[in-house]
Nanobody
């Protein structure tokens, strides 16, 4: 059974930084795409960034230039470095690991940006 576990959320001040980590395990196959999504109160879940097994990345326009996604294929782990944080980045951040057998989600980690 696939397990996806996020860590690294918390409270940051505007302009500050946080780093999220996500480890996926339990799959016989590699995860083709891993990524981060977020959901703010009263809003729909939205894509933040994704990264393929080959390293191709995609970012939401709102985070381009501020967030960087990376992955360690050997560990099936994906990271999200978040810099220049803004109050509007406040949300629950969910990790997603997509493989041949389907899409797997983590439980989410809260990120709050506030002074």
């Amino acid at each position: 059974q696939v397990r996806v576990v996020e860590s690294g959320g918390g409270l940051a001040q505007p302009g500050g930084s946080l780093r999220l980590s996500c480890a996926a395990s339990g799959s016989m196959f590699r995860f083709n795409v891993m990524g981060w999504y977020r959901q703010a109160p009263g809003k729909q879940r939205e894509l933040v960034a994704t990264i393929s097994l080959g390293g191709s990345t995609k970012y939401a326009d709102s985070v381009k230039g501020r967030f960087t996604i990376s992955r360690d294929n050997a560990k099936d782990t994906v990271y999200l470095q978040m810099n220049s944080l803004r109050p509007e980045d406040t949300a629950v951040y969910y990790c997603n690991a997509e493989g041949p057998l389907g899409v797997n989600w983590g439980q989410g980690t809260q990120v709050t940006v506030s002074s």
